[in-house]
Structure formats: C-alpha cells, structure tokens
C-alpha cells in the first residue's frame, strides 16, 4: 500500500470521489481501529484542509477525545452538550452553518466558524462521533453529510 495520498483539485464532490478509495485502500486488511481511526482523519486533513478534523469514542457515557487532526481540543464531552454531544444523543448528523448560533456550542478553537457531525453508529447504539470544522462560515452541506456518513461506514468497529 503507498502511503502517499493522492490530493485532488476538483469539485467537492470529485474530491470525496477520489478519496474514498484510498481510504479504502488504506483501512483494508488492518484491523486495528484507532490505527484506522487515525488515517481517515488525516485523510480528510491533508485533502481539505479543514481546521479540525476527529473522533470522539463514546467511553462510559461521555465522549472521549480520539484520533485527530488539527489544534488541541477539549477531551470530554457529555451527552447533550454541544453539537458533538448533540449529534450523539440525537443519534443524526448535524450541520452547523455558524457555530455562534448554535445554544451551547463548545469551541475548543476560536477559528471554527462551521461544524459538521457525523455520529458513528453500530447495532442501534452511537459508538464515537466524527466532528469536523472549518474556519469558513457555512462550509458544510448536504454532499458533505452524504459522502461523511458513507466514509464512516467502510470503518470496522471491534
Ligand atoms: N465544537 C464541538 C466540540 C469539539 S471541537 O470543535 C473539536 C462541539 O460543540 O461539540
């Protein structure tokens, strides 16, 4: 497996297309999942540049900080709380377009103008979250939502 990642400078949508299967190809065959956890994080960083990008692992009832990419971040989140914490207890994706009109956002970076969270869900439960930012206000949307949920379908959960 090349370890190098191929960057594309397409659409959005070319990009996620191009990526996806280098994820794939990166994550098959190893069965360890922060390792996995890990590379698809730095994947999303390196091809987008998003100022944050990570997981959050639901560990007795809080969310705990994760493999990530980007600034230090707050390392426990309780369910609730936040978007990262919402999306866990709402058991959905959110899209945040301005994190300052969000009740009870959490800013671990004065940077993050706009989130996105995908919670990662496994036999009815939601095992971790992936949170992206950016530093751009309304970044994400439904296309983001859509090809975020399927990368985080390829992971095996042990
Ligand atoms: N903003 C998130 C907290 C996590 S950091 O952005 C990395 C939230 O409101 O849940």
Redesign the pocket.
């Known amino acids: 497996m090349a370890e190098d990642l191929k960057i594309n400078q397409g659409t959005k949508i070319e990009n996620y297309k191009t990526l996806i299967p280098q994820i794939v190809a990166l994550i098959d065959g190893e069965p360890d999942l922060i390792a996995n956890l890990a590379n698809i994080a730095a994947s999303l960083k390196e091809q987008f540049g998003w100022l944050?990008v990570?997981f959050y692992l639901v560990k007795e009832q809080e969310l705990v900080l994760g493999p990530f990419q980007g600034p230090v971040?707050?390392t426990r989140?309780k369910k609730g709380r936040?978007?990262?914490?919402t999306s866990w207890q709402q058991a959905k994706t959110l899209i945040v377009p301005d994190?300052e009109k969000f009740p009870g956002?959490?800013?671990?970076?004065s940077l993050?103008r706009s989130?996105i969270v995908i919670p990662v869900i496994r036999r009815n439960e939601v095992v971790a979250v992936l949170?992206v930012?950016s530093t751009a206000l309304d970044a994400f949307d439904a296309a983001d939502k859509e090809y975020l949920e399927h990368t985080i379908s390829l992971i095996e959960w042990h």
């Open positions: 944050w990570g971040a707050c989140i936040g978007v990262c914490g994190v956002h959490i800013a671990c970076s993050s989130e949170d930012d």
